[in-house]
């Protein structure tokens, strides 16, 4: 039973400047209140027009190492890091400003998006949001990638990360809760990550040009390279878990669900977000109709 709440936003804004992971490219990013029922939109100062692209699934045209959000020409890469702290932080409603096509890469997790927004202070406003309870399961599978979302009380993700090829990393598995609390702990400080044979693929493919051990953790065979040590010992698999709630943000609204993934990526990722979405509105079309029939 879908469960009404009060709509979220910030009061204050909040910014911070960087440079992207993947373009490179110098960036300053600020929060701002929105409006009731405006969503999460992000917003590209840096052209003449302004333009808005919300932060839905049918807004991305690319999953090449990242989620990129486009609309015309318009382009913003890398959406999923601060879009895991939007989404674990409860808000329903923000304008995300931005003066490149890359949000800044911070140290390469949430924690500095968790903390400006916390900082720019949380409210509440009177329009209803209503948190929607998956009443079938919802799955996507491709070879060895499988990702399945069951209907549950609350939000959760248990994670399956499998890399046959790396003796440092070979597999780890981890399962959280997501709200507030536990994302900020176990969650938020989680870096993106690499394999040292992936890096120069990468490059020739036009990616990490800001990458560095400053925002991601590098694994090299049985040698993992990480600035300042790791967050946690299981640090890759909870990073994927951050990626995963920030891509299942892009359905558009908050749901309950527990996400169960194994070897997931953004592709996979913004596919179950698209079935999820898919599935809500076909079940709300037959409640509609069920009830039309039924006169109630």
């Not at 694994?219 to 891509?247: C, N, T, W």
């Amino acid at each position: 039973m879908d469960e009404p709440r009060g709509q979220q936003t910030i009061l204050n804004e909040a910014a911070f400047s960087g440079i992207g992971i993947h373009t490179g490219r110098c960036v300053s990013l600020k929060f701002c209140p929105a409006p009731e029922n405006t969503g999460v939109v992000f917003k590209r100062m840096d052209l003449p027009s302004e333009p808005v692209i919300p932060a839905t699934v049918e807004y991305v045209v690319d999953t090449e190492r990242s989620t990129t959000l486009g609309l015309h020409d318009v382009r913003i890469h890398t959406v999923e890091h601060v879009l895991a702290a939007v989404r674990a932080l409860g808000i329903d409603n923000l304008i995300i400003e931005l003066t490149n096509i890359e949000p800044p890469a911070a140290n390469g997790g949430s924690d500095i998006f968790v903390d400006l927004l916390e900082q720019a202070k949380i409210v509440p406003q009177k329009a209803e949001a209503k948190i929607v309870s998956l009443k079938y399961p919802v799955f996507v599978s491709h070879g060895d990638i499988h990702l399945v979302a069951l209907p549950y009380k609350g939000f959760k993700i248990s994670y399956t990360l499998s890399y046959t090829k790396s003796q440092a990393l070979h597999s780890q598995y981890g399962s959280f809760e997501i709200n507030p609390e536990i994302f900020k702990r176990e969650i938020a400080p989680c870096r993106t990550f690499a394999l040292y044979e992936e890096v120069s693929h990468l490059m020739d493919l036009g990616l990490i040009k800001g990458g560095s051990l400053d925002n991601a953790v590098i694994i090299k065979e049985d040698v993992i390279f990480s600035k300042g040590g790791l967050a946690f010992q299981d640090e890759m698999v909870r990073h994927k878990i951050l990626d995963l709630v920030g891509d299942l943000s892009l359905v558009g609204f908050p749901f309950e669900a527990h996400i169960v993934a194994i070897r997931s990526g953004h592709s996979s990722n913004c596919a179950l977000a698209k079935k999820i979405l898919n599935s809500i509105t076909m079940e709300n079309t037959r409640d509609v109709s069920e009830c039309f029939s039924f006169k109630c």
